[in-house]
């Protein structure tokens, strides 16, 4: 099967594994997986299955190095580096990152971050210092703010690279900013104790999404910095998962806190408070007292004052006093309501007494809330009493407010300690919390995985979208790359009034909010949506117990995930009761007062609550920051969790490839194996080096300067591209770019320089040329003269021959007759008698010749005359040799007979010859007659093709629009099963660390197409279904059966089959290496317009119409084979050629190619058919090609020339 070709194939464990390909079918390919462990071959569709580089175990930094560029090629490159601890890798300029879980040895040092100061990619082995690096050079060099968006997964390292990407550019550019570098450095351990928790995915994973800018002055040096914070996971405060923790502070306090502040904020151990025991009390990757006394410094660093420190310490463990709170029902009072427990008056006090509260005031407040009642100017305010359940609500929104207030006054302050005087640009690092699913998924998944949804958007249009376009625009001719868009899932979530975001917030107005009204009219306006279901279809069995009305199903680009909207209502109201927030406006904690007398929200209006939206709040915010993301270049960091139980050195490939293909990294591939990922205008590159070029070079044109730029620099012509008004570089190629682009003036001037010298040896080559061509140009001259010379001496010569040429041939013949006295004298030497006589006779004879041979020369004779003179003399001798013949008659009669005996056998070759001759020609007059018969069925063919084009041109004008709906339908049924795939993978990753169960996966899909050609065969006659066939048993089918019924199906489906196999191997042919050649383009052209008709019309056609005159039939068209793969692009050469094939009736039976430089290549049916030519004669439409068709002699000789056997048609043919 094709030398056994090796390939990766799907593998549910390890997402692909290596194996050789076994059999293939239309629609699937059988690989039998290489190891004992895999003992069954595996079966998989053609759209899964990529060709292996040639070496098992050969990595590359960037993956556009490879031969192969797939998912599966790119899967076994970064486990192979993983295995190494390279944990980093390119694809072109993204870097993907697999988070080791454990310490690598100077990988973050000192030493390394200045190894790769000023260091190209590609340079130095991947690494996030290189990206860094690069943003850095990328804003000096455009004048323009740069991003780097580190996105990923819970657990996948995005808090270690942003911590990373910050250090190496304060250690760089702003060791002279002295305490500002510091403190950049010193908010991340100060952010992540107040809004990191641990998760059953990550013990350190950011609860809170943040843009941090670092800004550059316009020498490049750290002028200050600035950080926005988006979306605090604020129900995290009050309740959290199993095996999960509230925020680190809170631990932190409760372990290292000294013990004067645990006794004075009477804290102890964290299973006392009831925000905490609900979760994991300890983690062993974590030191709560060390963590503490780290948290501690950072605040005296960023300039915490200490009693700033005392009270932010206060409101936290006011809180953790607050969640102490329970209550009970007030079974005195006749309107119900509720009151502080016993065990909770304790904590009343102590929260009452941090808060600077009166604790009646603040048990009130608990208990029942303020409202106003119609009538008057301003109505009453009158007391409305909480129930249980409300008032612990209540509590605990108190107690989210109060946090959210203190994260923001922290992030404040952090501003504040980095203070931003003047900026040129800055460089921005996006760290957001990753996509999220977990079995119970709430409002906060919803807006963190609405945030990914709107990244993932940012990163197709910037990778995908916007570069296809800027090689369209620039006319660079590349062919188009597919990605899934996900604006739909997009407006499901954000569109204006129709929304979910507007939806939820329209529900929230309404005088008595209900979450499952909410729900139910969701599913009722997006009953149709792909993007929306219902949680009864969820690929995990634990949610498909959840009702319509109690959540819904979105497929986000990452998967399905199921939310329950039971808290939807609740958690996106970021407003507090009327009296509670007034109760904190007079605090007599003048700290805590201060947090919520910047911005009071709430207000008593008609007796109920003003309604703040928390998702339209961070639909905004995220506008926001997408609007700055795209005013900015942008650098991309994918981090990628290796497993699930985050230990270290164990690779579990399937879910990786999940990761990958959710963040588009497969589209991308497909992009970089023919894009150009740097690239500049040609104005911008002329105006950086304008200055520095002496007079003579600024007349140059900016296009021609580039040229003689990269002239200059040795640029191989296949590294770069000319568009209209840019350059692009190829992958790989960002040493020399960034060479290119470097604006330092020493680097400038010497660029110049060396495009001067260019120039000027360029010009020299030119003057050397020139002067070849001149000399070349003399000596022609000289030549020529030389042959005019020989012409003039020619034409004169045969002038002087023309007028002497009468005499000339008179003198020749008389000297003829002259030398034929030679033969009487011969006969008288001969003679017995009569001798002297003849002598005399003879002698006389001559005498005359020569007298008139004299005349001739010295007279003006005319040509009669001569002719006279000749004939005269012809006489004589002729009078004279018959005398002297008679002589000897008796003598000459055994010599006479030889010569008749010669003269006959002259007369019977030339008969032989004149036989062979009209042989020859009647052999011709066959050929011409069969190449007359070939011309007419040539015209006949064509003609019935040319009916038939401009039938289907008809056709297709009618079946336009149906086709285009097949097409939209097959598009969006491709994403349906590539969006269920994904489901059911997220799901199998749930399942796992849920112990749930999944239902199996759709694989009906092969089925139905199957089922569905197995109906058009029925449809168009055929008596045999095939698909279940091997391709062996086909071929053997072939070579043996003698039913011609069998047989014609059995070879269509072979070679449907070989047609299928080789447009997979075109697609995954190796990176920048031609399509493979088994025909002429001409041929292959002709296939693929015939494969461009209607589909509907081919049906209709009578298949079995083409095989009616089953038959020989020859063709011959020059061929020009691709060069050799394995030598330099500007060294390989394509070699012209001849194509020969031997159709046996549609297939073809033979094929030759011949070169003049190399021996023939020779295939035959039934033991090549993988190189050999896949396509019928009827698609190949070499039957209408003038002078394709040749002769079956022709074929044969050329076929024997070159050393081909004979050629014995099958039995089944002759039978």
Known sequence: MDDRRKAWVPHPEHGFVLGEIVDISSDTITVQPFG???????????????????????????????????????????????????????????????????????????????????????????????????????????????????????GAGKTESTKYILRFLTENWGSHAGPIEERILQANPLLEAFGNAKTVRNNNSSRFGKFVEIHFSGKGIIEGGYISHYLLEKSRICVQNRDERNYHIFYQMCAGAPLRMREQLRLGSPDQFHYLRKGSLKDPVLDDTRDFGVTDKALMDLGFRDDERLNIYAVVAGVLHLGNISFVENEQSSKGGSLVSNTGENALSLTATIFGLERDELQEALTARVMQSKGGVKGTVIKVPLKVYEAANGRDALAKTIYSRLFDFIVSKINDCIPLKASANYIGVLDIAGFEYFPVNSFEQFCINYCNEKLQQFFNERILKDEQDLYEREGLGLRQVGYVDNQDCIDLIEAKAVGIFDLLDEESKLPRPDPLHFTASVHQKYSNHFRLSVPRKSKLRQHREITDEEGFLVRHFAGAVCYQTNQFIEKNNDALHSSLAMLLGESKNAFLRSLFAVANETKVMKGKLTFISIGNKFKTQLQSLMDKLRSTGTSFIRCIKPNLNMVDHRFEGEQILSQLQCSGMASVLDLMQQGYPSRT???????????????????????????????????????????????????????????????????????????????????????????????????????????????????????????????????RKINTIKSQLGNCARIIAQLKSEKEASSKEVSDLERQIDATVRKIKTTNMTKDEIEKAYAVLLRAQD???????????????????????????????????????????????????????????????????????????????????????????????????????????????????????????????????????????????????????????????????????????????????????????????????????????????????????????????????????????????????????????????????????????????????????????????????????????????????????ILPREFEEEWRKCDGGVYVRPVNKSK
């Open 36 to 154: 004992s462990q895999h003992k069954q071959p595996i079966e998989a569709c053609y759209d899964r299955v990529y060709p292996a580089e040639d070496d098992d175990n050969k990595d590359v930094d960037d993956n556009c190095a490879l031969m192969y560029l797939n998912e599966a090629t790119l899967l076994n490159n970064i486990r192979l580096r993983y295995g190494r601890d390279q944990i980093y890798t390119y694809v072109a300029n993204i870097l993907i990152a697999v988070n080791p879980y454990h310490k690598l040895s100077d990988c973050y040092s000192v030493d390394t971050i200045r190894k790769y100061k000023a260091r190209s990619i590609g340079t130095l082995p991947p690494h996030a210092f290189a990206i860094a690096d690069k943003a850095y050079r990328d804003m000096r060099c455009f004048k323009e703010s740069q991003s780097i968006i580190v996105s990923g997964e819970s």
């Open 681 to 811: 205008q040609f104005s911008e590159l002329y105006d950086m080096y304008k200055r520095y070029m002496p007079p003579k070079l600024v007349r140059l044109d900016p296009r021609l300067f580039c040229k003689a730029l990269f002239k200059a620099l040795g640029l191989d012509e296949n590294d770069f591209r000319f568009g209209n008004t840019r350059v692009f570089f190829r992958p790989g190629k960002f040493a020399e770019f960034d060479e290119i682009m470097k604006s330092d003036p020493e680097n400038l001037a010497h660029l110049i320089q060396r495009v001067e010298k260019w120039l000027l040896q360029s010009r020299w080559k030119k003057a050397q040329y020139g002067a070849l061509s001149v000399i070349k140009l003399r000596n022609k001259i000289r030549w020529r003269r030389q042959q005019l010379i020989i012409v003039q001496k020619n034409v004169r010569g045969h002038l002087a021959r023309m007028k002497h040429r009468p005499k000339v041939l008179g003198i």
């Open 879 to 1189: 009078q004279q040799m018959a005398a002297l013949s008679k002589r000897l008659d008796q003598q000459k009669i055994m010599e006479e007979r030889e010569r008749l005996k010669k003269i006959e056998e002259e007369r019977e070759r030339e008969r032989e010859r004149k036989l062979a001759e009209e042989r020859r020609k009647k052999q011709e007059e066959e050929e011409r007659k069969e190449r007359a018969e070939m011309e007419v069925k040539r015209k006949e063919a064509e003609e019935l093709a040319r009916k038939q084009e401009e039938q289907d041109r008809k056709m297709a004008m009618v079946l336009q629009e149906q086709l285009a709906k097949e097409k939209a339908a097959t598009e969006e049924r491709q994403h349906q099963l590539e969006q269920e795939r994904r489901d059911h993978e997220l799901a199998m990753r749930l399942a796992q660390e849920s112990g749930g169960v999944v239902e199996a996966l759709d694989t009906s899909q092969l089925q139905r197409r199957e089922k569905a050609r197995s109906v058009l065969d029925a449809a168009a006659g055929k008596k045999y279904d095939l698909t279940k066939w091997k391709y062996a048993e086909l071929r053997d089918t072939i070579n043996t059966s003698c039913d011609m019924e069998l047989l014609d199906a059995c070879r269509e489906e072979f070679h449907r089959r070989l047609k299928v196999y080789h447009e997979w191997k075109s697609k995954n042919k190796k990176a920048a290496a031609p399509a493979e050649q088994r025909a002429p383009q001409a041929v292959v052209e002709a296939a693929q317009q015939q494969q461009e008709r209607p589909k509907l019309q081919r049906l209709q056609r009578p298949l079995d119409k083409a095989r009616e005159n089953v038959q020989h039939r020859f063709f011959r068209l020059p061929f020009v084979a691709q060069p050799d793969q394995n030598k330099e692009p500007h060294q390989a050469e394509k070699k012209k050629g001849w194509w020969y094939a031997h159709f046996d009736g549609q297939w073809i039976a033979r094929q030759m190619e011949q070169y003049p430089d190399k021996p023939a290549v020779l295939l035959i049916a039934g033991k090549d058919d993988m190189q050999m030519c896949e396509l019928s004669l009827e698609v190949t439409k070499l039957t209408c090609r003038r002078g394709a068709e």
